[in-house]
Structures are given as structure tokens and as C-alpha cells.
């Protein structure tokens, strides 16, 4: 149903396997910095990532969603998903990766690659980001890729409780 890979300069977005357990809990699911701006909750340990990534394995399916490669070493360094909330518009369903990999421009490949896709496969007429305000690189990454400020909501964190400013970002065709 939709692309298994999506190509970028410095990265890959594929679904993720089993065999990236290692890489995805040291380079992203154990990194607290990484999480703070985040939906979801580090994995205190390899048995907690085992099961999330069974989970996200079967999840990855039949989605728009991948984990992210660096493409010199192979490893799995983070993750990305939009979802198609009407037809022919998206939003991302979370789009990261690990704080050692935060600053040499792979949020923007990521965005960059994946905005092509829904344009030139899926024929998207409006792609919606968004970030906590205070995630100065996921909203720099945002305007970057030619997204357009449209509003902000008030939301809480879930896991922990706390309110934050998220910014939406969109680009409409």
C-alpha cells in the first residue's frame, strides 16, 4: 500500500525490524533529551524496547511510518509518521530522532523526504505539522520545509502531565 523505503541525502526511512532493537534503544528509546518534546516515554531497559518495537513492527505495517537510518552506519537513529486524517491531507504522527543526531540537518531530510512523498505519490493537497513551541529545532525544521505558521493550541503531555504551547505548522497546495 505505501513505499517499504523513502530515500534521503544522508538517510533512510525504512519500517523498522527486529534487528534494530541495539540501535533504536541507545540512539533514540533510552535518550531523555530526545523524549522531552515527545508523545511517548523512554524504555528503562531492552526488555521494555523489545516489546515496543514488536509493537511498532506491527503497527509500521500499513502506515506511513518508518524508522530512520543513517545511511553510513546503517543504524537506526529515530522514527517518522504521517497519517492520512482526511483524504489527501496529513499530519505527522511524530517525526525524531536521537539528540546525537540533532543539528546536521536530518530533520529537515526527513520532513523534506516525506513531504515529497505525500505530494508526488499521494497527491497531498495539505500537510500539518507540529511541535511544542519550546522544540526550537523541530520548529525551525518546520518553516525550513516551507511549512507556514496557521495557529497554536494549549495541550498536556500525557505521560507526564504537563501543559505546553503547540504550534501548528501547514503547508496546502
Not at 13 to 41: P, R, V
Not at 73 to 92: K, L, T
Request: one cysteine or more; hydrophobic letters at 40%; charged letters at 30%.
Amino acid at each position: 500500500m505505501y513505499r517499504e523505503t523513502l530515500e534521503a541525502k544522508d538517510l533512510f526511512l525504512a519500517k523498522a525490524k527486529m534487528s534494530d532493537l541495539n540501535d533504536i534503544y541507545n540512539n533514540y528509546w533510552s535518550q531523555e533529551d530526545t523524549a522531552k518534546f515527545m508523545l511517548w516515554e523512554t524504555c528503562k531497559n531492552l526488555d521494555e524496547a523489545k516489546e515496543r518495537l514488536k509493537k511498532v513492527i506491527e503497527f509500521q505495517k500499513d502506515k506511513i511510518a518508518y524508522f530512520v537510518y543513517d545511511k553510513k552506519s546503517g543504524m537506526a537513529i529515530g522514527m517518522a509518521a504521517m497519517i492520512e486524517i482526511e483524504p489527501n491531507v496529513f499530519q505527522d504522527g511524530g517525526i525524531g530522532v536521537g539528540h546525537d543526531f540533532v543539528g546536521k540537518g536530518y530533520g529537515k531530510q526527513i520532513l523534506k523526504v516525506l513531504m515529497d512523498y505525500l505530494i508526488n505519490d499521494l497527491n497531498a493537497k495539505r500537510i500539518i505539522c507540529s511541535a511544542d513551541r519550546n522544540n526550537i529545532p523541530s520548529v525551525k525544521t518546520q518553516q525550513a520545509c516551507g511549512l507556514s505558521f496557521t495557529h497554536s493550541e494549549n495541550a498536556v503531555r500525557k505521560k507526564n502531565g504537563i501543559e505546553y504551547i503547540r504550534d501548528f505548522y501547514e503547508w496546502t497546495k
